[in-house]
């Protein structure tokens, strides 16, 4: 068995992502699935980097999007929008 050393690339991912999975609150994860989801992450960013890869843009996308709308509410609410 060949032992895996991921390159310094990898390991900035898996540490960044671990870094984002232990924050307090996590806005793309719904808390009622906080944990499963952390398990799915964690297993895709094991698996390879290009696993989880889609996984983190749909994420990225959700965030982006949320807070576009957040944005756009808050400007028409005050009438700037």
Do not use: N, W
Not at 39 to 55: C, E, H, M, Q, V
């Amino acid at each position: 068995m060949q032992e895996f050393v991921p390159t310094p690339e990898e390991q900035r991912l898996y540490d960044l992502v671990s870094a984002y999975l232990q924050q307090p609150t996590l806005y793309a994860l719904p808390a009622s699935q906080r944990q499963l989801m952390t398990l799915i992450l964690r297993k895709l960013l094991a698996s390879s980097t290009y696993a989880i890869s889609d996984t983190l843009a749909g994420l990225a996308h959700k965030l982006e999007t949320g807070c576009c709308l957040g944005e756009a509410d808050r400007h028409s609410s005050r009438g700037t929008g």
